[in-house]
C-alpha cells in the first residue's frame, strides 16, 4: 500500500458505496486502485498525465472521476458515508458552525473568456468567464470560494462552489439546505443541527428569521452598525441577538475543517476548468475525511 492510498477500515467502509459494474461495455477496472489515484492527484496536485504507473492508465483514473463528478456518483457516495456515520452517532450535532475559503485559480484553470451579452448604448462589451464555472475577479486575482458547513468533529457536512467575488451571507441558506443526512433504519433525514456559529459575515435580518423560523439556536455576532441601528429604531428595532462566548469559541471547528480539507493541494488551488469536477474534487476529500474518523 503507497502512502496516502486507502487502508483496509476505510476500504471497507466504502467498498458497498460504490457502483457494482459498468452499465455498458466490459467491467470496471478496479476500484480500488484507481480512487487511490484520484486521491494521490488530489493530495499532490500533479497533473492527471503524471499519475504514477502503479494507478493504470492516467485517462481511466480521469475519465472516472470526471465521469462520477458529473452524474452525481461522489455526492451518493458522500450521502451515504454520512448515514453510515450518524447510524455509528460519529457525527457532532451540538455545533455546527459555517464558513468559506477562498482558493487561487491555476492558469490551468481559467479556460478562455467569452463575450459578454451586449448592451444597448455601450460601444465596449468587455470579456468574461462562464457564470457556470465558479470563477470570478476578487482582491487574489482570479479565485472561486467553497462555502460549506462542518461539524463538532472538524468534518463537513455540505459545500457549496461560487466565484470569488460572491459574498458570505447569501450562501448560508443554500448551505443550510444542503444538509440533509438519511437515517439507514429509515424515516426523514435529519436537516437541522442543535446549534448553528457563524461570525458577523452572516449577520443579517434574513438569516435570522431563516433560522427562528426552522427552530435552529444560533450564535451570531452582531456588527456594531447593525447595534446602532437596532437601538436608534427603539422598540421596532426588536430584542438584541443572544450572543455565547463560550459557544462561539468552538467556531474554530469549521476553520480546522477547512484546513483539513486544504490539506489536499488540488483544493487548496483549483487546477479544474469544470466547475463540476473542481466539486467532485472537494467531496472526495470530504468523503476521505469521514472514512479517516
Known amino acids: 500500500m503507497g502512502r496516502g492510498d486507502l487502508s483496509g477500515a476505510e476500504w471497507d467502509r466504502l467498498t458497498s458505496h460504490l457502483p457494482k459494474s459498468g452499465q455498458r461495455g466490459g467491467r470496471w477496472a478496479s476500484h480500488r486502485r484507481v480512487i487511490n489515484g484520484i486521491l494521490y492527484r488530489l493530495r499532490t496536485g500533479v497533473p492527471w498525465r503524471d499519475l504514477p504507473v502503479r494507478f493504470g492508465p492516467w485517462?481511466?483514473?480521469?475519465?472516472?472521476?470526471?465521469?462520477?463528478?458529473?452524474?452525481?456518483?461522489?455526492?451518493?457516495?458522500?450521502?451515504?458515508?454520512?448515514?453510515?456515520?450518524?447510524?455509528?452517532?460519529?457525527?457532532d450535532w451540538s455545533m455546527v458552525s459555517v464558513d468559506s475559503t477562498s482558493c487561487r485559480a491555476h492558469q490551468h484553470a481559467a479556460g478562455a473568456l467569452r463575450r459578454a451579452p451586449r448592451v444597448p448604448g455601450k460601444r465596449y462589451t468587455p470579456r468574461q468567464h462562464r457564470p457556470?464555472?465558479?470563477?470570478?475577479?476578487?482582491?487574489?486575482?482570479?479565485t472561486c470560494t467553497i462555502h460549506l458547513a462542518g461539524e463538532g468533529g472538524c468534518r463537513p457536512l455540505a459545500l457549496l462552489i461560487t466565484p470569488g467575488r460572491w459574498g458570505d451571507a447569501p450562501q448560508l441558506i443554500p448551505v443550510m439546505e444542503r444538509i440533509r443526512v438519511g437515517r439507514l433504519g429509515g424515516g426523514h433525514p435529519r436537516t437541522r443541527p442543535d446549534h448553528l456559529g457563524g461570525d458577523k459575515?452572516?449577520?443579517?435580518?434574513?438569516?435570522?428569521?431563516?433560522?427562528?423560523?426552522?427552530?435552529?439556536?444560533?450564535?451570531?455576532?452582531?456588527?456594531?452598525?447593525?447595534?446602532?441601528?437596532?437601538?436608534?429604531r427603539g422598540n421596532k428595532g426588536g430584542r438584541p441577538a443572544g450572543f455565547d462566548k463560550a459557544i462561539y469559541k468552538r467556531r474554530n471547528e469549521v476553520e480546522r475543517t477547512i484546513n483539513a480539507l486544504k490539506n489536499s493541494r488540488a483544493v487548496a488551488t483549483r487546477y479544474d476548468k469544470r466547475a463540476y469536477i473542481f466539486q467532485g474534487a472537494i467531496t472526495v476529500a470530504a468523503v476521505r475525511l469521514w472514512l479517516r474518523a
Open 59 to 91: 485517462k481511466t483514473v480521469y475519465e472516472r472521476h470526471r465521469r462520477w463528478s458529473a452524474d452525481g456518483t461522489w455526492d451518493e457516495v458522500f450521502t451515504a458515508v454520512l448515514a453510515d456515520a450518524d447510524a455509528e452517532g460519529r457525527i
Open 132 to 142: 457556470d464555472e465558479g470563477l470570478g475577479r476578487s482582491r487574489g486575482g482570479l
Open 201 to 232: 459575515a452572516y449577520s443579517s435580518r434574513r438569516i435570522r428569521r431563516y433560522l427562528r423560523r426552522r427552530q435552529i439556536r444560533h450564535t451570531i455576532p452582531e456588527p456594531q452598525n447593525q447595534q446602532a441601528n437596532r437601538q436608534r
